[in-house]
């Protein structure tokens, strides 16, 4: 019997891993797929565009915009850097803006998705907690607002688990009531590279699946299900333990090639492992961990921490995005 590697593929909510897996070890260019790499101050913003089906079939990513941070400083703690990443951020989500058609007069609806009780999973509701929220003032005193503020609301709708309701349902009733002209959802992904995760933004107009990150399918929060732009803000939080054997195993066969090893030497050591493709290998890991309950979703220790860090960070940036008259130099976080 032939074995189905599609289900066993290395899950990943980044569109940037999708295309690096799809162009393999010789980094093919992909038909359909348009990248720009800018890189300054340890801030590298990679910005991939999916133009057509050919593409999105290539990297199976729907066709839209993608844009991705990676600042491996942020594990330092560097507050300066933190601000700076703010700012980055900043200008990337008003250019996406501007690309669907959101000006600054239009509504926008923060959705944060997530479980607060659970750290990993609690990056939306505390963006939401650290945002400048506005639709209050709109509603009762209209002609107090100061130029330079949009009308914001936000929701924490909480998980299918807590509530019995889908996140999809929740927001659909708030728009249906409240009649936001686009959605911002903020939620935790998984990464295939260990070093993508807690160091890594990634901003989508594609909309978000919630769930997506374990593995779970359900009804998303697209422009398609609920009538108008949906901008997905995501922070890889989480990987998956078959993913970190697949990595380590990597890592051990480029370690013997540098520690001067021969082909010979790391043949015997590695054996078939080094000459069988990623897909095969990560099959045969989780071939053994999933039987034994051992194929654990995993986030580092130092996630209490980083969570409200990089929610600090995504909400400065979005509250100097979302309102002209926050200076993204100043980028603290606002609080109720």
Known sequence: MELDLQLYSVRTDLALEAKEMAQGPQKTPIPGVNEEVEEADGI???????????GSQAIG???????????????GGDTGLQQKVSVVFAREFEHFMDR??????????????????VTPDSLGPLVVENSLITRQFYELVPDQVSP?????????????????IESSEVVQGIIDRTKPDAIIA??????????????????????IHPGSGIGNKRRGLTKEILGIPCIAIGVPTVCYASTIVNNVLEMMSRHFGQAGAGATQTKEIMGMLDDISEQERLSLVKEVL?????????????????????????A????????EAVD??????YTH
């Open 44 to 54: 590298k913003v990679t910005r991939l565009a999916v133009a057509n089906n050919a």
């Open 100 to 117: 669907i058609g959101i000006d600054r007069n239009s509504s926008v609806l923060i959705v944060g998705l997530g479980n607060w009780n």
């Open 290 to 314: 999933e039987p034994l309950g051992h194929d654990l979703i995993v986030t580092p220790k130092e996630i209490d921490e980083f969570i409200e860090e990089i929610a600090n960070i995504v």
């Open 61 to 75: 990513r729907a066709i839209g915009n993608y844009v991705t941070l990676e600042v491996p400083g942020l594990r």
């Open 186 to 207: 903020i939620d935790a992904l998984a990464s295939r590279s260990l070093e993508r995760i807690n160091t890594t933004i990634q901003i989508a107009d594609i909309g």
């Open 328 to 333: 993204p130099g100043n980028v603290g976080a």
């Open 316 to 323: 400065s940036g979005l509250n100097a995005a979302l309102h």
């Open 148 to 164: 330079g503020y949009r009308n914001v609301s936000a929701i924490a709708p909480g998980v299918l688990g807590l509530t019995g």
